[in-house]
């Protein structure tokens, strides 16, 4: 079965500093992947996903994530952290095998700090 | 597109009564998903359908919980009898076709819902 793992559930950074938010994914099949961010009192919006065709993905707002397969991750990375960038941020995994249904991680917090 | 439509927004109701959520998914979509998310439990994926036929409902938690979805633009979640556990923010999303996997999905607000 799919699953995904995101280590820590809160990070705090600095405003200005890089951004490192970990997801590692388990899956018997090729994996597609995807990152949403979630602002407080909103629903998740799609940040960037992963199918196959890069393994360095581009999102929106400067945000990228780049698939290692030998490490079974798929971290979300921004250069310069800024104040409109704390949200809630959910890794997620799709498959054919569960017909398209997203299994998502525990979430990770951002919090950007003055 | 006013991309997916949830209704209440807030809804605020007494233990044991009937609680209706409403979504409407983004037009041309076939796929239409319910998640509850809460603080202990996270993000759960209750029931979702393709062409308005369900397909997994195993996150349902209980015969309390119940889904339909008439039409392909129309959705419901009930809740009868409502419990105090219930309380927690229900999202409704929308997909272009699960059968490709790459699809992202397209989420509503939320009904953040609380029962007393």
């Known amino acids: 079965a799919q699953s995904v793992t995101q280590l820590g559930s809160h990070v705090s950074v600095s405003e200005g500093a890089l951004v490192l938010l970990r997801c590692n994914y388990s899956s018997s099949v090729p994996p597609y992947l995807f990152w949403y961010v979630q602002y407080p009192n909103q629903g998740l919006q799609l940040l960037l996903k992963?199918?196959?065709?890069?393994?360095l993905v581009k999102g929106i707002n400067d945000f990228e994530a780049e698939f290692k397969k030998s490490e079974t991750s798929f971290h979300l990375t921004k250069p310069s952290a800024h104040m409109s960038d704390a949200a809630e941020y959910f890794c997620?995994?799709?498959?054919?095998?569960?017909?398209?249904?997203?299994?998502f991680g525990q979430g990770t917090e951002l919090s950007v700090k003055p | 597109d006013a991309g997916v439509i949830q209704s209440p927004r807030h809804e605020v109701t007494e233990m044991g009564q009937e609680v209706t959520l409403r979504c409407k998914p983004i037009s041309g979509h076939n796929s239409l998903f319910w998640y509850r998310q809460t603080m202990m439990r996270g993000l759960e994926l209750l029931i979702y359908f393709n062409n308005n036929v369900p397909i997994d409902d195993s996150g349902m938690p209980e015969d309390r919980f119940s889904a339909k979805m008439p039409n392909a633009s129309f959705s419901t979640l009930k809740i009868q009898p409502s419990e105090p556990r219930d309380s927690a923010v229900y999202f409704c999303?929308?997909?272009?076709?699960?059968?490709?996997?790459?699809?992202?999905?397209?989420f509503g607000p939320g009904t953040r819902l609380t029962v007393l």
């Open positions: 992963y199918t196959s065709a890069a393994t």
């Open positions: 999303a929308s997909s272009p076709d699960t059968t490709s996997s790459y699809n992202e999905q397209f």
């Open positions: 997620a995994v799709s498959d054919l095998k569960q017909g398209g249904k997203l299994i």
